[in-house]
Structures are given as structure tokens and as C-alpha cells.
């Protein structure tokens, strides 16, 4: 069965020589062209995967995306932009991206990253070091798991999906060591935890703790496992 995948832009031409490019790669591809056309479509469709635009009147891709968590959660959501303020890409990266990509980097990882896209894949990541997010979201991006970052415990409020586990850090800015743990179980509870710390001292029975600098393919496979055991598509 082939995928379903809608690809948004104000730009009609440039949205729809994206969905040729993803036809071809045998997917089934809709368009819109704001963000309007895209919930309608959202709310009757079920995708396997969504291409934005990151500008566009109206809303904006990050806007669209907020709204887009409401409506389905689990859908993988790639942002495409050719300039966008840093600070939307963070706040983007809270609602849960599977990438965001320059569209000046061309098609060929795009439609990589889509074959791979998994439904119902979030992984909540709470950190607060930013070269660390952006190098696990792109190793957990090629196995096709949507990264939710947070860089702080205020910002779990914002984070609207069902992961399925979640990266904690137990050391950040502002609050109390191990503050983000509870603060995931309470918002999440069931979800898988995996501590992921440079504190040494650090030791709770009945967690799982990579320590940094961890090895990263060992937690992927971690999360592969989980990935299965949640079902994840």
C-alpha cells in the first residue's frame, strides 16, 4: 500500500514540483496551499507524513503545526523553509518535528526521511544542550522518530503527543535535579523514561541511565525496541 503524504506551500508551483517528486517515489501525494486547506484535509485524511512550509500567510508552519498536534498527533511533520528565525524552529521543535530542512538542500533527503517516517513514533527529549538535540533529532529523524525537545520542564506543557518514551535529562536550568522526571510521569505516565546525564552521582533504581558522552546507536536501538513493543508503524 502506498503512502499518503500532503505537502503544504503558498507557493503552488514549488508545493506541487514537491509532490511530483514524492509521487514518483511511489507515494500518494495531496496539496494545499495554507494552512486552512491543510487542516480541512487533515481532518478528513489520514497521512502517513506532512511537508510544510515554514512561512506562509495566515498561519505559519509552526502555527500549523500546533493545530495540527490537535487534530492528529501521531503524524510526522517535516518543516521546509528557506529562512526561518531561529526561535520558531525551537518552538516548532517542542510539538514534534521528524526534521526541519533548508529548501535549498534539494529533494533527495526528503524523500528519505518520509520512506522512513513512522506514525505514532514522538520521542519526548528534554535537555537543555542544544548541539546534543540537534544531533540526536537527526540520528532518531533517519529511523523515523519525531523528536519533541524541550529545554526546560516549563516547556513540557507545550508538548501535545503520546510519546513513546522519553530522554530526560535530570539536570537543568532552574529547577530542582530530577524535577523533568516527575514532571513526565505526571504528563505522560506510563511512557518509558531514559535518563540521559553527565552526573555521575546520579542513581535511581528501576531507571535506565546513558551517560554522557553515551553511545548514541545503543539508545537508538533502545528506542527501536520500545518502538516495537508500542506497535509503531
Not at 540537534?134 to 523528536?147: I, K, P, Q, W
Not at 503527543?161 to 522526571?181: M, S, T, W, Y
Request: hydrophobic content about 50%; overall charge negative.
Amino acid at each position: 500500500m502506498s503512502r499518503k503524504y500532503l505537502v503544504v506551500d503558498d507557493n503552488a508551483e514549488f508545493a506541487e514540483n514537491v509532490a511530483e517528486i514524492l509521487t514518483d517515489a511511489g507515494a500518494e501525494v495531496s496539496t494545499a496551499c495554507d494552512a486552512q486547506g491543510a487542516l480541512e484535509q487533515l481532518r478528513s485524511t489520514r497521512f502517513d507524513g506532512v511537508v510544510t512550509d515554514m512561512r506562509m500567510p495566515g498561519l505559519s508552519g509552526a502555527e500549523l503545526l500546533r493545530k495540527l498536534r490537535v487534530i492528529d498527533p501521531g503524524v510526522p511533520v517535516v518543516l521546509l523553509s528557506a529562512w526561518a528565525q531561529d526561535e520558531q524552529v525551537v518552538a516548532a521543535r517542542r510539538m514534534g518535528l521528524l526534521a526541519f530542512l533548508s529548501k535549498a538542500s534539494g529533494t533527495p533527503h526528503l524523500i528519505e526521511l518520509m520512506e522512513h517516517a513512522r506514525r505514532d513514533a514522538s520521542v519526548v527529549l528534554i535537555d537543555d544542550d542544544r548541539a546534543l538535540v540537534d544531533n540526536l533529532s537527526e540520528a532518531l529523524a533517519c529511523r523515523g522518530f519525531t523528536v519533541c525537545a524541550a529545554s526546560s520542564v516549563k516547556e513540557l506543557e507545550e508538548i501535545a503527543v503520546k510519546p513513546i518514551a522519553a530522554l530526560v535529562d535530570v539536570r537543568l536550568p532552574g529547577a530542582i535535579d530530577g524535577a523533568a522526571l516527575t514532571r513526565v510521569n505526571e504528563l505522560f505516565p506510563g511512557t518509558p523514561l531514559l535518563v540521559v546525564t553527565a552526573a555521575r552521582e546520579f542513581e535511581k533504581e528501576g531507571l535506565e541511565i546513558f551517560r554522557k558522552p553515551f553511545d548514541t546507536a545503543k539508545l537508538v536501538a533502545r528506542l527501536e525496541a520500545l518502538a516495537q513493543k508500542a506497535g509503531a508503524a
